[in-house]
């Protein structure tokens, strides 16, 4: 999970910032003034001087929130530190609450396999689980011929890109998938290559999480997207979109696919900053919201009656 750059919402791996000899706020100011993708639209002046006004009446907390609201790019955020919770005396007493699955096949739809892809976020070893989770659902589904499946991101708000988009790899054609680009216009390339995801060259450490293959492959794949899908539920929508059996169906998005990176504060909490748009394998630029190809209220039932409806044309 550490071997390469993490672009998350998204991004699961900190970006180390400078020396922390710096206050939080002062942290921020410098790696938003550096690396935000709208940075060079900020009049900084300005912004420095409300951050410090907010941080001396409201705290720095607020001054953070201020400084990366007024990137306007409607992406970067701030994570406050985590505060200290006590374990109870009764361990029984308090459960503690299930990790949230990464996928879940649903019940087919006109005979089309459905697989929905949630929002997630966890640790390392989490991720490597998850990945493998998803590969196994895939292969699981593809065990017999299929004329296509529907991919259901139209509830996934984001979170960590990898494991969705490693664990669904065999359904990529090989090649480029698409990039990330930054304000400098330094571009990261997303690839699929025999052994898995590679980025900027490197294999993803999540590749070796699972060796499974279909044994079947899908002449056909739908991807539900819609105003829920956010961050890395709309970035892995975009790693789809151009392939040539690939075809998005649903509604606009809500316009994060930009990608964030995260970077550690003194303070125990973390700025998000969005340092990257995203691109697809032909090179379109994705700065904002997706619309799909296929506009509907009913993406999942539509997705499946054109998969079925293709199927029986032969």
Known sequence: MRLVPFYLALLALPVLGPAQEDSSLD??????????????????????EEARSLASNQGEGAAIRFVLKSLGDGHSFYRPPRKAVMAPADANSAPRPPTRVL????????????????????????????TEALR?????????????VVLDFSG???????????????????G?????????????????????????????????????????????IAVAVGPR?????????????????????????????TANSTFPLPNGGAANITTAVTLDRHGRVFDAHIEPEAS????????????????RRG
């Open 27 to 48: 942290l921020t100011l410098k790696l938003a003034r550096e690396r935000a993708y709208r940075a060079a639209h900020v009049e900084w002046q300005s912004v420095e």
């Open 103 to 130: 996928s879940q096949v649903e019940a087919p739809i006109e005979g089309v396999p459905v697989i929905r892809i949630n929002g997630w976020s966890g640790t390392h070893q989490e991720a490597m689980a998850a």
């Open 136 to 148: 196994s659902q895939l292969v699981s589904t593809l065990s017999e011929p299929r004329c296509g």
């Open 156 to 174: 996934n708000s984001g979170g960590n890109m990898w494991p969705m988009l490693v664990g669904l790899s065999p359904l990529l054609s090989e």
């Open 176 to 220: 480029v998938l698409g990039h990330f680009k930054n304000a400098r216009g330094t571009v990261t390339t997303i690839e699929k290559k025999t052994g898995g995801i590679f980025i900027g060259g490197s294999g993803h450490v999540l590749n070796g999480g699972t060796a499974q293959q279909p044994e079947h492959p899908v002449p056909l």
């Open 229 to 257: 899908s956010s961050s890395s539920g709309e970035i892995v929508p975009i790693m789809f979109h151009g392939q040539e059996n690939v075809r998005l169906f649903g509604q606009r998005t809500s316009g994060k696919s």
């Open 296 to 311: 509907t209220a009913r993406p999942l039932e539509d997705a499946a009656r054109w998969i079925s409806g293709e199927c």
